[in-house]
T-cell receptor
Framework: DAGITQSPRHKVTETGTPVTLRCHQTENHRYMYWYRQDPGHGLRLIHYSYGVKDTDKGEVSDGYSVSRSKTEDFLLTLESATSSQTSVYFC?????????????FGNGTRLTVT | KQEVTQIPAALSVPEGENLVLNCSFTDSAIYNLQWFRQDPGKGLTSLLLIQSSQREQTSGRLNASLDKSSGRSTLYIAASQPGDSATYLCAVPLGGQNFVFGPGTRLSVLP
């Protein structure tokens, strides 16, 4: 295991409610990422972080925000959940931003928005 | 625009067979290619990262090769076992911090 814990593992929520997913790592890696995985679309990057309080958008960032107040924690917030945000969300980490630094993934959070 | 494809989409083999999974990419200007496996309901487990300067990487029964000029990587699994059953994905880095992932090959190894 790459020392990545995602919580909760499963969540069902209603349209319009805020939702926060948590990623916790014990590897002290600098880079952290949030991906979503959907049939037909594969894995898509939502947001990433390159240090405490340093974050940037990915290709599907609309409707999501992130925060990183500690090296080990990266939070993903859906401000007002919509059915299109039903997905499996994965956190990933990398030791550095160097191209040859491998990605390691958590076990995911399955989110259902009803 | 970088596109990554994987053929076949699904593969079923009897236990003990040697097999090859394929990953193709359209832009040969890559830094590396990473292979993952994903078990149902789980995240992706990193298997091998092969850098652009390397031709092969090996880990146990797994061997990955990379041919940038032809835009191909292969993952060779020797003496397959039922525990190898999973979806195998490849990924290449884009500029910045994004990656392009292939759609995966779903492998079933039958006892």
């Amino acid at each position: 295991d790459a020392g990545i814990t995602q919580s909760p593992r499963h969540k069902v929520t209603e349209t319009g409610t805020p939702v926060t997913l948590r990623c916790h790592q014990t590897e002290n890696h600098r880079y952290m990422y949030w991906y979503r995985q959907d049939p037909g679309h594969g894995l898509r990057l939502i947001h990433y972080s390159y240090g405490v309080k340093d974050t940037d958008k990915g290709e599907v960032s609309d409707g999501y925000s992130v925060s990183r107040s500690k090296t080990e924690d990266f939070l993903l917030t859906l401000e007002s959940a919509t059915s299109s945000q039903t997905s499996v969300y994965f956190c990933a980490i990398r030791r550095t931003g160097d191209h040859n630094s491998p990605l390691h993934f958590g076990n995911g959070t399955r989110l259902t928005v009803t | 625009k970088q596109e990554v494809t994987q053929i076949p989409a699904a593969l079923s083999v009897p236990e003990g067979e040697n097999l090859v999974l394929n990953c193709s990419f359209t832009d040969s200007a890559i830094y590396n290619l990473q292979w993952f496996r994903q078990d149902p309901g789980k995240g992706l487990t990193s298997l091998l990262l092969i850098q652009s300067s390397q031709r092969e990487q090996t880990s146990g029964r797994l061997n990955a090769s990379l041919d940038k000029s032809s835009g191909r990587s292969t993952l060779y699994i020797a003496a397959s076992q039922p525990g190898d059953s999973a979806t195998y994905l490849c990924a290449v880095p884009l500029g910045g911090q994004n990656f392009v992932f292939g759609p995966g090959t779903r492998l079933s190894v039958l006892p």
